[in-house]
């Protein structure tokens, strides 16, 4: 055994509805030596991301589902603290899919492992704004809403991780942006601090018309990211010709049986012409992954591209940061924090 003791969370059983703290334990463990080709790394932030709901029930879709006494799996920023390896040192940082734990070995082979190079920007970007979500938002709505200069882009979650950058493209390009975001503090950010047109309180009682007036021209282009209600208001809105990229639907997350929950593709396939719509997966667009973070990386460098974070601290803090952000208690990108940079 190696000289490290490694702290992790387990899904120690399937979650029904929220999840409890008793859907997961802390286990405490020895990391075992490296073999050839192999590195450790020691987490230093990882993500909590919405995804990670659904890949908790035994229920196969475009991904496997998370194995009971297992890691809680995640994408993480770390540092390598050992190595056999010829390709990945000691010091270099790295974001990978280690999951909620302390320390992780990877190796050569390991899929979706990237090195990063800060230069000068926090690590916990290289999770958000120019992590997974800031590329999801990037390319999901430049790739598949490909909106044009003049046209009304509508995203929901509009504060949070994929939506803030979301919006904030849609201006870059010279669109109207419009937010939906749960209370007036979000909705106030999207607009003074993101500098989106206008956005709307969908917990404010009367959505539908809300939404109706701050988007006098109808909708060209709607960023689903939440689904149920929120979709219903927007979908008689839609412009002839609007497109739909279906990022997430998180209202339905928590839902007992997601499969047979409503998706917004029954919402949008039932209009009567529906919208070009599709569920998009940022890791279609794997190979431009280097690019994309340069530039999303440069934007908030120049302080051209906001953020905001959510931090918990500690591993012990994961299951109930987690669970407050699928019920909107996060502002911005929700992260837990486990060592200094
Ligand atoms: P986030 O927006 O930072 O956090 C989640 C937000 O969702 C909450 O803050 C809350 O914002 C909103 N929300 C929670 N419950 C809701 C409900 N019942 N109705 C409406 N809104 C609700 O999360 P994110 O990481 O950026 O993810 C946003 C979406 O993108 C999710 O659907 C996620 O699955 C999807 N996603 C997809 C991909 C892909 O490759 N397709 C990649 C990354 C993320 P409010 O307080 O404003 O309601």
Redo the contacts with the bound molecule.
């Keep these: 055994m190696s000289k490290f003791q490694n702290r992790s969370v387990v899904l120690a059983r399937r979650p029904v509805g929220e999840v409890r703290d008793e859907d997961f334990r802390i286990e405490t463990t020895a990391v075992r030596e490296l073999r050839p080709g192999e590195f450790l790394i020691k987490v230093l932030w990882f993500s909590l991301?919405?995804?990670m709901r659904p890949k908790m029930n035994d229920v196969e879709s475009y991904m496997p589902p998370m194995e009971l006494g297992k890691v809680v799996q995640g994408e993480s920023i770390g540092r390598i603290v050992a190595s056999r390896s010829e390709r990945f040192a000691v010091g270099e940082i790295v974001t990978s899919y280690t999951g909620w734990q302390q320390y992780a070995i990877s190796s050569d082979q390991a899929a979706l492992l990237h090195k990063v190079d800060p230069a000068g920007l926090p690590l916990s970007v290289f999770l958000g704004p120019a992590g997974?979500?800031g590329r999801?938002?990037y390319l999901?709505l430049t790739r598949v809403g490909d909106p044009k200069p003049g046209e009304t882009v509508v995203v929901?979650?509009?504060?949070?991780?994929?939506?803030?950058v979301v919006g904030q493209v849609a201006k870059r390009i010279g669109c109207r942006a419009v937010g939906?975001?749960?209370?007036a503090a979000?909705c106030r950010y999207a607009v003074d601090e993101l500098g989106l047109d206008a956005c709307v309180d969908?917990?404010a009682g009367k959505l539908a018309a809300d939404l109706a007036a701050a988007c006098p021209d109808g909708i060209d282009v709607y960023f689903?990211?939440?689904?149920?209600?929120?979709s219903r208001a927007v979908a008689p809105l839609l412009n002839p010709g609007a497109r739909v990229p279906?990022?997430?639907?998180?209202?339905?997350?928590n839902a007992k049986d997601i499969v047979s929950a409503e998706s917004p593709f029954e919402i949008f396939g039932a209009l009567p012409t529906p919208p070009e719509h599709r569920?998009?997966?940022?890791?279609e667009w794997e190979a431009e992954h280097a690019e994309t973070t340069r530039q999303l990386a440069d934007w908030i460098r120049s302080g051209e591209l906001k953020y905001r974070e959510s931090v918990a601290e500690g591993l012990d803090a994961a299951v109930p940061a987690f669970r407050g952000?699928?019920?909107?208690?996060?502002?911005?990108?929700?992260l837990v924090k486990l060592a200094d940079d």
């Design positions: 991301d919405p995804y997974m979500p999801t938002g999901g929901s979650a509009a504060s949070g991780a994929v939506g803030s939906i975001a749960g209370g979000k969908y917990k689903e990211n939440v689904g149920g209600a929120v279906i990022c997430g639907y998180i209202s339905r997350y569920f998009f997966l940022v890791v952000m699928l019920r909107g208690e996060n502002f911005g990108k929700q």
